[in-house]
């Protein structure tokens, strides 16, 4: 932890007053003890990304395996209803289609705690339209259950539009906090009309806890612990996401973030569950899913090519101070065999840490480090070059948070003390 404090201190070479003292505010507070509560319990979510069942031809109407549904006009689509923007993860987004009524898809959820936040995310658009087909929708999300025949509703009577061409899905996030331990989840397609008709698609559907209060708000990551982009299956299952050298950028996405191969043949990425070929028997820190890429040539550790894993977080505010946790290994492998070189964390161009060679352990590493946010969107990246064959970089578990109020105010105090004293040296 001191390791990463005097790193964010010698970024200064001639400090002013307010730079010394966000800057101390933040050191002093991750020295004082930054215990990272874990943000993120996540809620399993089946077939999060609609994956299942595979090449499905268009325009038919199937049952989603994990999903319910009350009516038989849903299905899932990589062409036919989805027919317009960047699909937000892997090939295929749900649809629920209103010919005649609304239609929905649900599933029930258990072992929720009434006491605490939650954050549900996923990414939506609309078929863009033919025939008696509009090309908008009006949805809802609700929790239904035994006490809530009705439904709480979480976000009512949304309309959206086809986002067209290959632009991105609309993206969408609700915190809330339940009313019962048990719910139904339940997407919503409304009905407007006799003279209407309209397609919802979905897609990246993730749900977890947050974990930390603050009066500055916690900081919302998009798909944090990799879960929006399914369960890969018992045993072992390995989601890749890109799976040919072409890179086709229909397929090659990952909700909420974007990954660059750096320049090496081949390279894959994607998420995997414990025990698969990437992982072996180290336990996935969090959820079900942990992100890898795996390359499959070799550079020097020096070498300009670096693959890179970026997402830009948003809702930050200007010269705030912020916590950072994430986990990170790498490929089991005797000797290091499969250790990936120079891993390095930034944000917003400020570099966080680097590891000149990620050492296998039998578990992964977790770290907490802080940094003062210089405007209000920053550039999160996780990168890695590769000093051998087969190398794989391995995340999960990334969540932001405010310095609480008291350490910041300790922080400033002594900043303030030690600057004066400065001050007088001179």
């Given at each position: 932890m ?8 010698a ?14 505010m ?19 979510i ?55 009524n609304a ?28 025939g ?39 993206y969408?996030y ?9 719910v ?21 559907i ?23 982009s ?10 890749f996401?890109n ?15 974007t ?5 090496y ?46 997402q ?9 101070g ?32 680097r590891?000149d ?5 039998w ?51 002594l ?7 400065g001050?007088?040296?001179r």
């Amino acid at each position: 932890m001191l390791h990463s404090c005097e790193k964010i201190i010698a970024r200064y070479k001639e400090p002013t007053v307010k730079t010394l003292l966000v800057t101390l505010m933040a050191a002093l507070a991750l020295m004082l003890g930054a215990q990272h509560a874990t943000a993120m319990q996540s809620v399993y979510i089946p077939n999060a990304s609609f994956e299942a069942p595979a090449s499905t031809p268009d325009f038919t109407y199937i049952i989603i395996p994990g999903w319910n549904s009350n009516r038989v006009s849903v299905g899932v689509a990589s062409g036919g209803f989805a027919d317009n923007g960047q699909r937000p993860d892997k090939a295929q987004v749900a649809f629920l289609r209103t010919p005649n009524n609304a239609v929905n898809i649900n599933q029930m959820l258990t072992g929720l705690d009434t006491t605490k936040k939650y954050c549900l995310q996923f990414w939506h658009n609309s078929y863009s339209g033919s025939g008696a087909i509009t090309n908008a929708c009006q949805f809802d999300v609700a929790l239904v259950g035994a006490s809530l025949p009705t439904g709480q509703i979480i976000l009512g009577g949304y309309t959206n539009n086809a986002v067209g061409g290959s632009n991105p899905y609309n993206y969408q996030y609700i915190v809330f906090t339940p009313t019962t331990n048990e719910v139904q989840l339940r997407f919503r397609n409304l009905y407007w009309g006799s003279l209407v008709d309209s397609v919802l698609l979905l897609d990246g559907i993730t749900l977890f806890q947050l974990g930390h209060s603050s009066a500055v708000p916690e900081v919302i990551v998009k798909n944090p612990s990799f879960e929006a982009s399914g369960y890969q299956g018992p045993g072992g299952g390995v989601g890749f996401i890109n799976v040919t050298a072409g890179w086709s950028p229909i397929n090659d996405v990952m909700a909420g973030w974007t990954y660059y191969d750096g320049g090496y043949n081949n390279a894959t990425f994607g998420t995997g569950t414990n025990n698969n070929p990437y992982f072996w028997i180290v336990p996935v820190p969090e959820g079900q899913n942990a992100f890898f890429d795996n390359k499959s040539e070799q550079f020097y550790a020096a070498s300009s090519k670096q693959t890179m894993l970026k997402q830009t977080i948003d809702g930050l505010q200007n010269n705030q101070g912020y916590y950072i946790s994430f986990n990170y290994s790498a490929r089991p492998g005797a000797g290091n065999v499969y250790s990936p070189s120079n891993f390095t964390a930034k944000i917003g161009g400020i570099e966080l840490m680097r590891d000149d060679l990620i050492e296998w352990d039998w578990t992964y590493y977790s770290t907490t480090l802080t940094f003062i946010a210089n405007a209000t969107s920053m550039d999160l990246v996780f990168g890695t070059s590769n000093s051998v064959n087969g190398s794989t970089m391995m995340v999960d578990d990334v969540s932001i948070w405010p310095i609480p109020e008291p350490l910041a105010l300790s922080a400033l105090g002594l900043g303030l003390v030690a600057w004066l004293a400065g001050r007088r040296a001179r």
